[in-house]
């Protein structure tokens, strides 16, 4: 017998339905409660499914509705639906695909994916075939409503699809979709394209077994008069670029061709899928050589792709001037993440090396309008062609830019700006000519009427910062930095955004040329905080700490001080310890502290206390949420990790001055508990934190050694690379500090350094913190680190040749000549490696000068005058030339 609706029960659930469409909110709530009652009865789902498929006479919103809480039950209740419920809303689905109404149909794909997505592909063994089946039908609805379904199937499942779990239905699937390729219904063409295309990137071995049809049906549909088809193919080409090169290249002066075309598309969803091609080739290693003959086409297509779109400019409100008053919506705040402390070295010929684990984020202008577009992905692909084909690109470029740069609207000009940031990387060299010119027309765009202009040139200007810094200050410098410190204060809030980070990256490229400017530039930064909305102050934070790390102690005059310090102060009070805009002003009161170093000490009480407070509090509620899940939220680790960082900052910056501030609170005993956090990156900022109180204040971390060295040894894991560069960096720290006391700790951690140094692939700052460390172990317990010396000198020499002379090193090298001066036959194999080391020095001090020539002598007697010759004839000449001028060997 078949079920059957009682007819009262009907009437209720279609109340039910109508109700729920109500605007009023209390209705709202009522249908809630009400759904959540009928739950209770299994067979409400068959009521549901009943008015999706059967009541034709009721309107489409209602039925469709009804469609859409039964997905939501199968979701959340379907392991324990009835097996009886189950077969009926199985069966009805498959038997009205093919409802005349477009939404009803969609509605039932999409009930019957969310079954499938709960596993049940396998215990419906008769809906694969069947929907294949249904493809025949000679009903378009039919057909129609079976490939929607399919095509969200394969978008849900396509791994399960190409699994031995059901017999691989992809061998039937894949060839029965292409044979639809050419049906005369477009918008089946298109579901049949879209369905192959999940299958391009995993590989799926069905699709690579008809790679050539394939590819010859998707050139087939190449000028296919519907869009939609028309962007699926250029999806599946641009897919087909990465996984199957090897099958277009024959064909792709075509293929070429074809994304020529279809790049300058009417419709900007085929013309920002064709412009996706031209992204992905230039990562392919034969890019230059096959798109080096069609450059002349395709510079001035993306250049013209690079203009806002009027519904751009509508959605920026581009004709909005002036809305600095404007609160800020919250939603447009995108959530900041902090980035841990990761101690560096510095190296040979610059600034300290940036970790690894760095990610660039040089975005482009406009990313409050975060939906990826046409000007985005043209913009990208003129960026990475210039990098591919460098100043081969400029002949194509530059007779355009003239026309852009000066013409009188406003909308094409702006174009001509964001091409030139967008080259700026790539063509750097061969736009160096073009600078002195350029750059003053740049600075002139800065007081554009339009705030879209004024922003672009911000973004721009920021990419050519390294040049205007090398060149003399007076000549473009002064002058960009005057004009964007007056965007910084721009009635506009898009163009102070810009100008705010366009001058942080200023102040990293200028840093100490900055100085005599900082009166001025601090006057301005202070002015805008009275001035910022939300948004616009987490940035304002950021610009303050950049000019903090840039100019360092410069920073440390009373009269700057007097300045900066209390609005940030004030900001400091005003916010509350649940305020994640904590987050950016700790990031940026710790660059201050370290950057004023004394002249923070007046303001270090109340936040060293705060921080203090921020990590007990975050502390406490992990525990409450460990011991009662269900009773309390789970803490934003966030709070605490950026507080141990300002600490660090304040440890770094005071250095002996924070001695009280450690003497009277409990920071070792919330540092035993943050380094065992399960959360790397809190155990990364409190290995930075132990690292600078050791340095600082060492009386107050000594008690606690024997309890925090078998958690340091338990850290020294690269598999958190940050975590272990920051243990590693604590115990060479420590070690320094306990002489030879250190020697019961060798053995907790000597094993992993020295695994450590010799593994494959280590990130260079890795490499060069544990190569310190062990130099710094030998250097105060070198009988206990002596015996290893063969198992680590060559990797540890070849890792500090290129470091800066400093503390750090000379320790580190101290460690090393007592090590050979206990098991001298432990450095013989790779001495050579140790005299490149040596001569890497550029003026070490000169007792370590002295160990240098006794043991460089010493192997020289050791080994006599004939043998030397040869073994020196092996070296470089440069190698060669220092030891004999410095060491006289």
């Not at 049949?192 to 998707?218: H, K, P, W, Y």
């Not at 700006?417 to 010119?437: D, K, S």
């Not at 163009?495 to 990293?508: D, I």
Request: aromatic share 8%; proline share 6%.
């Amino acid at each position: 017998m078949e079920w059957q609706p009682d007819e009262q029960g009907l009437q209720q659930v279609l109340q039910l339905l109508k109700d729920s469409q109500s605007p009023n909110t209390a209705t709202q709530r009522a249908v809630q409660q009400k759904l959540e009652q009928l739950n209770q009865f299994p067979d409400f789902n068959n009521y549901l499914i009943f008015v999706l498929t059967r009541l034709k006479t009721e309107d489409e919103p209602t039925r469709s509705l009804s469609g859409l809480i039964l997905k939501n039950n199968v979701k959340a209740h379907y392991q324990n639906f009835p097996p009886t419920v189950a077969d009926f809303i199985k069966q009805e689905c498959l038997n009205n695909i093919g409802d005349p109404s477009p939404l009803i149909r969609a509605t039932i794909g999409i009930l019957i994916t969310t079954i499938t997505s709960k596993g049940e592909l396998q215990t419906w063994p008769e809906l694969l075939p069947q929907l294949c089946n249904l493809l025949n039908s000679e009903d378009y609805n039919t057909c129609e409503g079976s490939f929607g379904a399919l095509q969200k199937i394969c978008e849900d499942s396509s791994e399960l699809l190409e699994s031995d779990a059901l017999n691989r239905p992809l061998n039937i699937m894949i060839p029965k979709f292409l044979q639809f390729f050419k049906h005369c219904s477009p918008k089946i063409r298109s579901h049949a394209i879209a369905c192959v295309n999940q299958f391009i990137i995993g590989r799926a071995q069905a699709l690579m077994d008809n790679i050539d049809t394939f590819i010859e049906s998707l050139f087939a549909l190449a000028t296919d008069e519907d869009s939609e088809v028309r962007k699926n193919v250029c999806r599946a080409l641009v897919m087909l670029l990465e996984v199957r090169i090897d099958r277009l290249i024959p064909h792709m002066h075509s293929i070429i061709q074809y994304m020529l075309q279809r790049t300058q598309d009417p419709d900007e969803n085929v013309s920002l899928e064709a412009c996706e091609f031209w992204l992905t080739l230039a990562e392919q290693p034969i890019c230059k050589e096959v798109l080096s003959g069609h450059l002349v086409q395709l510079i001035p297509i993306l250049v013209n792709g690079m203009k806002y779109s009027e519904i751009d400019i509508i959605l920026l409100k581009g004709d909005v001037e002036e809305d600095e008053a404007v609160p800020d919506s919250e939603q447009d705040i995108k959530p900041r993440f902090h980035k841990s402390r990761t101690v560096t070295l510095q190296h040979e010929g610059g600034e300290g090396e940036e970790g690894e684990d760095i990610d660039e984020d040089d975005d482009d202008d406009d990313d409050t309008l975060s939906d990826w577009n046409l000007r985005k992905c043209s913009a990208a692909a003129l960026d990475v062609l210039a990098n591919v084909f460098r100043d081969e690109l400029l002949p194509h470029l530059l007779p355009l830019l003239k026309g852009l740069l000066f013409s009188p609207d406003w909308v094409i000009k702006e174009s001509g700006i964001l091409v030139l940031g967008a080259i700026a990387e790539g063509c750097m060299q061969g736009m160096v000519p073009y600078l002195p010119e350029l750059l003053p027309h740049l600075i002139a765009c800065l007081c554009d009427k339009k705030a879209l202009v004024r922003s672009i040139a911000c973004w721009t200007l920021s990419r050519y910062a390294h040049w205007v810094v090398s060149q003399p200050p007076d000549s473009h410098l002064k002058p960009l930095m005057t004009e964007l410190l007056k965007r910084i204060l721009d009635g506009n809030k898009r163009v102070q955004e810009a100008a705010c980070s366009a001058f942080a990256t200023l102040e990293e490229e200028a840093c100490t040329e900055l100085v005599p400017y900082l009166s001025f530039i601090l006057d301005t930064l202070v002015f805008a905080f009275g001035k910022y909305q939300h948004k616009n102050l987490l940035i304002l934070y950021d610009a303050i700490g950049t000019l903090a790390d840039s100019v360092g102690h410069h920073l440390n005059q009373p009269e700057y001080i007097q300045k900066l310090m209390p609005p940030l102060i004030a900001k400091w009070n005003e916010l509350k310890d649940e305020d994640k805009d904590l987050f950016p002003l700790l990031e940026c009161l710790s660059s201050v502290a370290t950057a004023l170093q004394s002249g923070f000490l007046p303001y270090c009480e109340p936040v060293y206390q705060r921080c203090v407070t921020l990590v007990q509090k975050t502390l406490a509620q992990a525990m409450m949420y460990n011991q009662h899940p269900d009773q309390y939220e789970a803490p934003d680790k966030d709070f605490m990790i950026v507080a141990l960082d300002l600490l660090s900052g304040l440890a770094e910056g005071l250095g002996g001055s924070v001695d009280q501030l450690v003497a009277r609170s409990n920071i070792m005993t919330l540092l035993f508990q943050c380094m065992q956090d399960p959360m790397p990156e809190v155990r990364q900022s409190s290995f930075a934190l132990l690292g600078d109180l050791t340095k600082a204040c060492f009386p107050h971390v000594k008690p606690c050694i024997a309890e925090f060295m078998p958690i340091l040894g338990l850290n020294l894991n690269p598999e958190f690379i940050s975590v272990c560069n920051n243990a590693t960096w604590a115990i060479g720290e420590i070690a320094m500090q306990m002489g030879s006391d250190m020697q019961p700790y060798v053995g907790l951690v000597l094993n992993n350094l020295v695994e450590i140094i010799n593994r494959p692939n280590t990130p260079k700052t890795l490499l060069e913190n544990t190569a310190i460390t062990i130099g710094r172990l030998g250097y105060v317990c070198p009988q206990e680190v002596s015996p290893m010396l063969q198992q680590f000198i060559r990797p540890w020499c070849t890792s500090l040749r290129n470091i800066r002379d400093n503390e750090e090193k000379d320790s580190a090298f101290r460690g090393i000549c007592m090590m050979i001066g206990v098991n001298p036959a432990g450095v013989v194999q790779d001495f050579i490696f140790f005299c490149d080391a040596v001569a890497s020095w550029v003026s070490p001090k000169d007792d370590l000068r002295d160990m240098f020539y006794k043991i460089l002598h010493g192997f020289k007697d050791q080994v006599g005058e004939e043998n030397w010759q040869q073994f020196s004839e092996q070296f470089p000449p440069l190698l060669k030339e220092r030891l004999s001028a410095c060491y006289g060997v």
